[in-house]
Antibody, heavy 116, light 112 residues
Framework: EVQLVESGGDLVQPGGSLRLSCAASGFTFSSYWMNWVRQVPGKGLEWVSRIGTDGSFTSDADSVKGRFTTSRDNAKNTLYLQMHSLRAEDTAVYYC?????????WGQGTLVTVSS | DTVMTQSPDSLAVSLGERATINCKSSQSVFYSSNNKNYLAWYQQRPGQPPKLLIYWASTRDSGVPDRFSGSGSGTDFTLTISSLQPEDVAMYYCQQYYSPPYTFGQGTKLEI
């Protein structure tokens, strides 16, 4: 069974940093592109970033470019999102999701709250 | 960026009736070299992550009931639920994966 489990969400002050993790199991993690998608509670979905199978290719939304970095450790079957210079508008549930084109499996999400 | 616009924002349909949700992209998401539309549909029930329903605009994901169907090409797409069931109450989102950023529509709330 494919499982994606996010962790690391927390309350952080504006300007702060946070690292999210997504532990994958039930599939060959190193064979799949992975994504981060976020959702402000009660609002719509926003694609944040994606990363290639070996981590050599990444693509980011303009809203996070230069502040967020996506990486992966295929030996640990784990996806990461390093977030710096956090803003109030980054407050959201962050989902990791599998897929190169569409996203066929999603985690349950982890909540990041940016507030003083 | 490709803007995805769904209509309506919300929809109330009786059990057993048909529900139709539209999605329009600001640019074509049709790739002529492989004759495919780079468009997916997701369902999100309250408190749950999104679930993939349809990809390539009209291909149902594994295990998705056949009452769900997708159609359209280029810039105009439709998700149809042929006979609404109680478990279909949810938000529905379209997404283009033709070019980054892989934008979603604003969502359509489907109620009974």
């Amino acid at each position: 069974e494919v499982q994606l489990v996010e962790s690391g969400g927390d309350l952080v002050q504006p300007g702060g940093s946070l690292r999210l993790s997504c532990a994958a199991s039930g599939f060959t993690f190193s064979s799949y592109w992975m994504n981060w998608v976020r959702q402000v509670p009660g609002k719509g979905l926003e694609w944040v970033s994606r990363i290639g199978t070996d981590g050599s290719f990444t693509s980011d939304a303009d809203s996070v470019k230069g502040r967020f970095t996506t990486s992966r450790d295929n030996a640990k079957n784990t996806l990461y999102l390093q977030m710096h210079s956090l803003r109030a508008e980054d407050t959201a549930v962050y989902y990791c999701a599998r897929g190169y084109n569409w996203q066929d499996y999603w985690g349950q999400g982890t909540l990041v709250t940016v507030s003083s | 960026d490709t803007v995805m616009t769904q209509s309506p924002d919300s929809l109330a349909v009786s059990l057993g009736e048909r529900a139709t949700i539209n999605c329009k992209s600001s640019q074509s998401v049709f790739y002529s070299s492989n004759n495919k539309n780079y468009l997916a549909w997701y369902q999100q029930r309250p408190g749950q992550p999104p679930k993939l329903l349809i990809y390539w605009a009209s291909t149902r994901d594994s295990g998705v009931p056949d009452r769900f169907s997708g159609s359209g090409s280029g810039t105009d797409f439709t998700l149809t639920i042929s006979s609404l069931q109680p478990e279909d109450v949810a938000m529905y989102y379209c997404q283009q994966y033709y070019s980054p950023p892989y934008t979603f529509g604003q969502g359509t709330k489907l109620e009974i």
